[in-house]
T-cell receptor
Framework: GAGVSQSPSNKVTEKGKDVELRCDPISGHTALYWYRQSLGQGLEFLIYFQGNSAPDKSGLPSDRFSAERTGGSVSTLTIQRTQQEDSAVYLC???????????????FGSGTQLSVL | GDSVTQMEGPVTLSEEAFLTINCTYTATGYPSLFWYVQYPGEGLQLLLKATKADDKGSNKGFEATYRKETTSFHLEKGSVQVSDSAVYFCALFNTGTASKLTFGTGTRLQVTL
């Protein structure tokens, strides 16, 4: 597609439920990133994919968070047993080349607003 | 680890005023520096970048100069417009130690008539 697409755009869930957030990167982009944007906290890195592998998972806040990427394209971020502190905007970004490129330009999706009640 | 510190907002200016948003960083090696902008209801998009010391990035009337001696990358614009109202994020990419952009907390700019 023309840009990074994320779905759903909004998700309201009850505490303790599992949620799945989807990201469709720009076609041909090998690198994919998940970030979390909390009120007053800025952008927090979660995980980085190069192709289907995740060489950097250092930002995942707990073992309730996991992500996968299949076919070098679509990625799913799963949050199990959601907590209220998980409420945030989850942003996905993709780039052509990935780590090691000094001119790294990320293309961001519009995000999924997750609200845990 | 790497970090980016930017001035807290919101910043409220009248149209045609001069804008400065401060950004300083901590990083080993020689990172690349970026400003991203998030307009209301839209995703983040790259505004400008600089990849080495003394480089000046510029776009849409915005400028920022990579100052290694002060570890700074302040964003400036000589005359802001209402359409510049957005959240601005300073970021760094350090090829030596990390595989992702490290962002500041963002600064909201509100420009009024």
């Amino acid at each position: 597609g023309a840009g990074v697409s994320q779905s759903p755009s909004n998700k309201v869930t009850e505490k303790g439920k599992d949620v799945e957030l989807r990201c469709d990167p720009i076609s041909g982009h090998t690198a994919l990133y998940w970030y979390r944007q909390s009120l007053g906290q800025g952008l927090e890195f979660l995980i980085y994919f190069q192709g289907n592998s995740a060489p950097d998972k250092s930002g995942l806040p707990s073992d309730r968070f996991s992500a996968e990427r299949t076919g070098g394209s679509v990625s799913t971020l799963t949050i199990q047993r959601t907590q209220q502190e998980d409420s945030a905007v989850y942003l996905c970004a993709s780039s052509l080349a990935g780590a090691g490129q000094a001119n790294e330009k990320l293309f961001f999706g519009s995000g999924t607003q997750l609200s845990v009640l | 680890g790497d970090s980016v510190t930017q001035m807290e907002g919101p910043v409220t200016l009248s149209e045609e005023a001069f804008l400065t948003i401060n950004c300083t960083y901590t990083a080993t090696g020689y990172p690349s520096l970026f400003w991203y902008v998030q307009y209301p209801g839209e995703g983040l998009q790259l505004l400008l970048k600089a990849t080495k010391a003394d480089d000046k990035g510029s776009n849409k009337g915005f400028e920022a100069t990579y100052r290694k001696e002060t570890t700074s990358f302040h964003l400036e614009k000589g005359s802001v417009q209402v359409s510049d109202s957005a959240v601005y994020f300073c970021a760094l990419f350090n090829t030596g130690t990390a595989s992702k952009l490290t962002f500041g907390t963002g600064t909201r700019l509100q420009v009024t008539l």
